[in-house]
Nanobody
């Protein structure tokens, strides 16, 4: 059982930055994939970025260059650095733990966090 707890969301003006954190208890150690997803009001959940046990990262094409996924295994924490935020980035952001890195995020997801809200105003 892996418990995921997100933090760092909030309200920011367009052009601003936020760093989301996801603390995992325990943090996966082998053959894993960790990812960020988001769900905007009235829309389906979509993949944002993923990272696997080898440090390979993937991003949704439209977000690459503005968002950066990283992890600090010593702190059991996954991060999402978000820069130059836009109103379209407004969503609830979820952390997920899975098995396979795919084009956008992870597949075979076993665990989800509760999410943290991000609101970007123009």
């Amino acid at each position: 059982q892996v418990r995921l707890v997100e933090s760092g969301g909030g309200s920011v003006q367009a052009g601003g930055s936020l760093r989301l954190s996801c603390t995992a208890s325990p943090y996966p150690t082998v053959n894993y994939c960790m990812a960020w997803f988001r769900q905007a009001p009235g829309k389906e959940r979509e993949g944002v970025a993923g990272i696997n046990a080898n440090g390979v990262t993937v991003y949704t094409d439209s977000l690459a260059g503005r968002f950066t996924i990283s992890e600090d295994r010593a702190k059991n924490t996954l991060y999402l650095e978000m820069n130059n935020l836009k109103p379209d980035d407004t969503a609830r952001y979820y952390c997920a733990a899975g098995k396979v890195l795919v084009r956008v995020g992870c597949a075979r997801i076993n665990y989800w966090g509760q999410g943290t809200p991000v609101t970007v105003s123009s």
